[in-house]
Structure formats: C-alpha cells, structure tokens
C-alpha cells in the first residue's frame, strides 16, 4: 500500500492564531482613531449647522430691512436662535433682552404670520440645539443690519458698534478638538 500523501490545504491551528492576534491588533489600534474621526465629524457638521444660521440672520437682516440677533447659548448652553430685533439698534424695546427672546413661550417660532410691522418680530427663527458633546467658547451676541454689517456690544452703547476689521471669533469644542467661524464688521462669515 501506497502511503496517504499530505494535504497542503487548510492551516495550521499556529497561523489561524497568528491571524487572529493581528487582526486584534490592528483593530486595536483602529476603534479609538475611528472615534477620534467621528468626533471629528460631529464638530465638523454643528460648526456648518451655525455657520449656515449666522448667514441665514445676515440674510434675513438684509432681505427683510430689520436687525437681526445672533443669540448664543440661549435659553441654555449649547442652544442657538435668530431674534428680530425689537426696537431699533439706538433704542432697543425692553422686551429684548435675551432672557425675553430665547424661549419659544413669549417669541414662538414662528412668529406673526401677518408680517405687519407694528406687530414685531415676525422673523425670529427656530431654538437650534448643538450636539450634546459640543459647546460654544467665545461667543457674543452678533446683531445684522439691514446693509448687511455685523456688530456686537462691546461696552453696553447703543447702537453697538461694528465688528472690528479682524473680526471676532466664534468657537466650537469637542473634547480636545475646536472649530471656529469668525465674523467680520462687513457681515462675512468664514469658517476657519
């Protein structure tokens, strides 16, 4: 009798453990890069979200000849909203302060249908709400003009006064990673 030849298919129990212990090492080293990246993208995306709502205000100041608020962390941390200013920017109403004009239960979204102007706002925009794990750093109200400038209150006069020529810088924090958006006293919006 002839002696059975050896098979030189299959693998060996060492290099299915070989395989199996790089593969456990590259995922490894994978699963926390590929959470690094999906911050990444969470930061990445609420930066577009209020870079898109502060040209969104500029717009509306522009289109709808009224001033416009950018308001930050209004009501609460991490919430967003678009206010038409009541009042003028030399006399601003009473009614507009910030802790007035966050919540939807004086201001709600929408607001007048009739866009009479004796009954302002009829633009506030919708409350917008960050990621959970994204905060603002740095932020002011930014308030549009009609001819599209950008201003904030830098010592409490009214009309606040334009954004210097720099501009002023908008942050957003996840973790250890920052995006910022700045702003310039002609109204543009860049994200950086």
């Known amino acids: 009798m002839k002696p059975r030849p ?18 456990a090492t590259v995922a490894g080293i994978a699963v926390p890069l590929l959470a ?13 979200d209020v870079e898109r709502e502060l040209q969104t205000a500029r ?17 609460a941390a991490g919430q967003y909203r ?3 200013l009541v009042g003028t920017p030399s006399v601003p109403a009473a009614a507009d302060a910030a802790a007035n004009r966050c919540g939807l239960d004086l201001y709600p979204y ?5 866009k009479n102007p004796m009954t302002r706002p009829n633009n506030d925009g919708p409350l917008r709400t960050l990621d959970a794990t994204v905060t603002f750093s740095n932020v ?16 409490g ?13 908008v ?18 919006v860049q994200v950086q």
């Open 110 to 114: 929408p607001g007048n249908p009739d």
């Open 82 to 84: 678009i206010t038409e």
């Open 6 to 23: 050896t098979s030189t298919f299959g693998f060996t129990l060492v290099e299915l453990l070989l395989t199996v212990a790089v593969i």
């Open 36 to 48: 690094k990246v999906g911050d990444s993208i969470k930061l990445g995306q609420a930066t577009r």
């Open 157 to 169: 006069i009214n009309p606040w006064p334009p954004i210097v020529a720099a501009g002023i810088t």
């Open 171 to 188: 942050t957003l924090v996840k973790g250890t990673q920052s995006k910022t958006i700045v702003v310039n006293g002609v109204g543009k």
């Open 140 to 155: 002011t109200t930014i308030e549009f003009w009609p001819d599209g400038s950008a201003h904030t209150n830098t010592g």
């Open 59 to 75: 717009l509306l100041a522009v289109s709808t000849n009224q001033p416009m608020r950018f308001r930050f962390d209004c009501p």
